[in-house]
């Protein structure tokens, strides 16, 4: 890796011994997606952890029609937890990873990933860490879907935008309809609502949140 990757790749992961972060530097391989780029799919066997730089990783599940669920974000200084599981199993992904802007991932081969956890006390916290972390952020999707209705899944998967990518979501109505599994017009209705309240400001290409939290 350049000199570059290896400040970012300290910066990003801090929590790293430094022998550790020298192992990555040496071992792994730094792959650039351009946004809309896959880095995983279904299907696929997994060899290597995936660990992400700079950018954004969108983690989902597609159905035959081509549906996306959403499961989690990944930002820079995360890393891939399903894609650990399926590594450490030696399993073909169950799920889908594509850039949602231009990034960087680091990508481990699955061999070190697995010697590593007894070798490095930082990196056996940090892929617990991630385990729980994903954990828990699946099971707030499924208390969304399971206890929520869709005008209050609408909010959650709002706040979960913008807690990644600022007040500014680039989303068109279909795209988040077809992740929530409803209809265009019924979630056009619903943010129409949410402008009324001024929670939010619709613009032709993306929706600007204001406040959510007052709604």
Known sequence: MESTHKNILLQQFP???????????QNSNIKKLAAG????????????????LSGLLKVYRED???????????EPGNACALSMMCTAREEQSQ??????????????PSHLSEAWLAKYKSWHHFVIASYRQRFEELLQTLDSIAFKALDERLLFYLKRHVQVSGNEIRLSHQQIASELNSSREVISRLLKKLEQARAITLHR??????????V
């Open 64 to 74: 035959d029609e081509g549906n996306e669920f959403l499961l989690y974000y990944l």
């Open 37 to 52: 780029e896959e880095a995983l799919r279904t299907g696929q066997y997994i060899r290597s952890t995936v660990l992400l």
């Open 205 to 214: 290409n993306y929706i600007e949140v204001h406040n959510l939290t007052a």
């Open 15 to 25: 929590q790293f011994e430094l022998p550790l972060a020298k192992d990555i530097l």
């Open 95 to 108: 799920i889908r990873v594509k850039a949602v802007d231009a990034s960087e991932i680091v990508l481990i």
